[in-house]
């Protein structure tokens, strides 16, 4: 089952204010709604007491969907209803697969025609986007504010020359059925400007972020250790949340995020949190006492996954091989139609461990590029009784239960679940802060496969 959001409403739009003046505008908000909720004109409304999430995105998408016109929402790195439908509507426009995602073709199609405008004089690159008030289609950033009224500092890095840095304030408040004398609120700082210019200003940054409170950062794309305002905000959260779903170079990436942690970044990865159900599954396949006893016969591993990124096969096999005690020794990359990997463990008893991972061509990719697809954990040994396949939903299992031979192998579908999108694993991640052990044991081995 799921739940929906409470609605959300806006008591102030969002405003062009200076930098000095963000402070004082905030205040000067929940002050006029606290004196009508006196005076019994409207709700009492209360500024947020739990968190600070910073989100830092370095996609242009919005940018440039909404300098070409497609786009009416706040640029804040949020994908949401709104940039859905302006992704489809710019699709349809340039004669592309109108999916509403922004694919590689879709981006470099919507940068060829903001550069082409802006040379022939039809665009302004110093405008500032103004925000439409209209709240169809809100995005992740309402459905955490929903879930935990809080500040949410939005920077949003643009394309351009240097012009300095811009701010908006708003807020908005879920509207709670139980109450409806008083209002518990989200605040929301946009910070827009180039890199270099967010970066300049990275002391003002870190004072927004309220003191005494949790301290979040939501780094989408890959973070840049040696970018100083990435090292900032590191240094003063509670959690670095990325999503390695979205990495480009992942083993690198990979490699990197352990680095980091190494380092004592605490790093939270969404793309980790839609491992689980696959982690549960395989767990309860070797709960019976019987077939507890043949984990230790497991010595055959194959995964499968959507074609593109490998993260989370890459994941799950660095979790499995923390858990049973493997020690890689050898990785090879074959490549070829399915990109296979193999990659050699040795047990704690000296037995060896052999693991295919497999990148599969599918025609209807999902919204998460590199989502397992199925999983077969077997043995050479004939007589254990350990044979575990596990497939997605949506895909049959027919590769991996012709990979059983003469063994008869356990066989459950991994549902797809609803709390793995986005808005709500990262809601369910501002829950918790620090450091997640079982994730920064598993991404140890995976260091140990990649190197």
Same mark, same amino acid.
């Given at each position: 089952?799921?739940?929906?959001?409470?609605?959300?409403?806006?008591?102030?739009?969002?405003?062009?204010?200076?930098?000095?003046?963000?402070?004082?505008?905030?205040?000067?908000?929940?002050?006029?709604?606290?004196?009508?909720?006196?005076?019994?004109?409207?709700?009492?409304?209360?500024?947020?007491?739990?968190?600070?999430?910073?989100?830092?995105?370095?996609?242009?998408?919005?940018?440039?969907?909404?300098?070409?016109?497609?786009?009416?929402?706040?640029?804040?790195?949020?994908?949401?209803?709104?940039?859905?439908?302006?992704?489809?509507?710019?699709?349809?426009?340039?004669?592309?697969?109108?999916?509403?995602?922004?694919?590689?073709?879709?981006?470099?199609?919507?940068?060829?025609?903001?550069?082409?405008?802006?040379?022939?004089?039809?665009?302004?690159?110093?405008?500032?986007?103004?925000?439409?008030?209209?709240?169809?289609?809100?995005?992740?950033?309402?459905?955490?504010?929903?879930?935990?009224?809080?500040?949410?500092?939005?920077?949003?890095?643009?394309?351009?020359?240097?012009?300095?840095?811009?701010?908006?304030?708003?807020?908005?408040?879920?509207?709670?059925?139980?109450?409806?004398?008083?209002?518990?609120?989200?605040?929301?700082?946009?910070?827009?400007?180039?890199?270099?210019?967010?970066?300049?200003?990275?002391?003002?940054?870190?004072?927004?972020?309220?003191? !005494? %409170?949790?301290?979040?950062?939501?780094?989408?794309?890959?973070?840049? /250790?040696?970018?100083?305002?990435?090292? =900032? *905000?590191? +240094?003063?959260?509670?959690?670095?949340?990325?999503?390695?779903?979205?990495?480009?170079?992942?083993?690198?990436?990979?490699?990197?995020?352990?680095?980091?942690?190494?380092?004592?970044?605490?790093?939270?990865?969404?793309?980790?949190?839609?491992?689980?159900?696959?982690?549960?599954?395989?767990?309860?396949?070797?709960?019976?006492?019987?077939?507890?006893?043949?984990?230790?016969?497991?010595?055959?591993?194959?995964?499968?996954?959507?074609?593109?990124?490998?993260?989370?096969?890459?994941?799950?096999?660095?979790?499995?091989?923390?858990?049973?005690?493997?020690?890689?020794?050898?990785?090879?990359?074959?490549?070829?139609?399915?990109?296979?990997?193999?990659?050699?463990?040795?047990?704690?008893?000296?037995?060896?461990?052999?693991? !295919? %991972?497999?990148?599969?061509?599918?025609?209807?990719?999902?919204?998460? /590029?590199?989502?397992?697809?199925?999983? =077969? *954990?077997? +043995?050479?040994?004939?007589?254990?009784?350990?044979?575990?396949?596990?497939?997605?939903?949506?895909?049959?299992?027919?590769?991996?239960?012709?990979?059983?031979?003469?063994?008869?192998?356990?066989?459950?579908?991994?549902?797809?679940?609803?709390?793995?999108?986005?808005?709500?694993?990262?809601?369910?991640?501002?829950?918790?802060?620090?450091?997640?052990?079982?994730?920064?044991?598993?991404?140890?081995?995976?260091?140990?496969?990649?190197?």
């Amino acid at each position: 089952m799921t739940t929906k959001s409470p609605p959300v409403v806006s008591i102030q739009s969002p405003k062009d204010v200076s930098l000095t003046d963000i402070e004082a505008e905030l205040h000067q908000i929940w002050q006029s709604y606290g004196a009508a909720g006196e005076h019994g004109e409207s709700p009492y409304a209360m500024r947020a007491t739990t968190f600070t999430l910073v989100i830092y995105e370095p996609d242009e998408t919005q940018q440039l969907l909404a300098a070409l016109g497609y786009y009416t929402g706040t640029i804040d790195g949020i994908a949401g209803p709104r940039t859905f439908s302006a992704l489809k509507a710019a699709q349809k426009t340039y004669g592309l697969l109108r999916t509403g995602k922004a694919d590689d073709c879709t981006k470099q199609r919507l940068r060829d025609e903001y550069d082409s405008r802006l040379k022939n004089g039809e665009l302004n690159n110093t405008e500032r986007l103004k925000y439409s008030p209209d709240r169809q289609g809100s995005g992740i950033a309402d459905a955490i504010a929903a879930a935990n009224p809080c500040r949410i500092i939005a920077l949003s890095p643009l394309l351009g020359d240097d012009q300095g840095v811009t701010a908006q304030v708003s807020a908005s408040c879920p509207i709670q059925k139980h109450s409806q004398s008083s209002l518990v609120c989200c605040e929301y700082i946009s910070l827009s400007g180039t890199a270099a210019a967010l970066e300049r200003i990275g002391g003002l940054i870190t004072e927004l972020m309220i003191g !005494e %409170l949790p301290k979040f950062v939501w780094w989408k794309g890959t973070p840049d /250790p040696e970018y100083g305002l990435f090292k =900032r *905000l590191s +240094s003063l959260s509670n959690s670095v949340i990325i999503d390695s779903s979205s990495f480009n170079d992942v083993e690198s990436d990979l490699l990197q995020m352990h680095s980091l942690m190494a380092q004592g970044t605490a790093i939270a990865d969404l793309n980790w949190r839609r491992l689980a159900p696959w982690q549960e599954l395989t767990a309860e396949a070797f709960d019976p006492p019987e077939r507890r006893a043949a984990l230790t016969e497991v010595d055959q591993v194959t995964i499968d996954y959507e074609k593109g990124n490998p993260a989370q096969a890459l994941m799950f096999l660095g979790w499995l091989a923390s858990r049973l005690k493997w020690r890689p020794v050898s990785c090879q990359q074959e490549g070829g139609d399915y990109d296979i990997r193999r990659v050699q463990f040795v047990a704690a008893d000296q037995r060896t461990v052999e693991a !295919e %991972l497999a990148g599969i061509p599918v025609a209807d990719v999902g919204d998460i /590029p590199g989502d397992l697809i199925s999983l =077969r *954990l077997g +043995s050479t040994n004939m007589e254990a009784d350990c044979c575990t396949v596990l497939c997605s939903e949506t895909t049959g299992c027919m590769r991996m239960e012709a990979g059983g031979g003469a063994q008869s192998c356990r066989i459950q579908q991994v549902s797809p679940l609803f709390d793995q999108k986005t808005d709500l694993l990262i809601s369910q991640q501002l829950q918790r802060w620090g450091r997640e052990m079982l994730y920064e044991e598993s991404l140890a081995v995976t260091d140990q496969i990649l190197k």
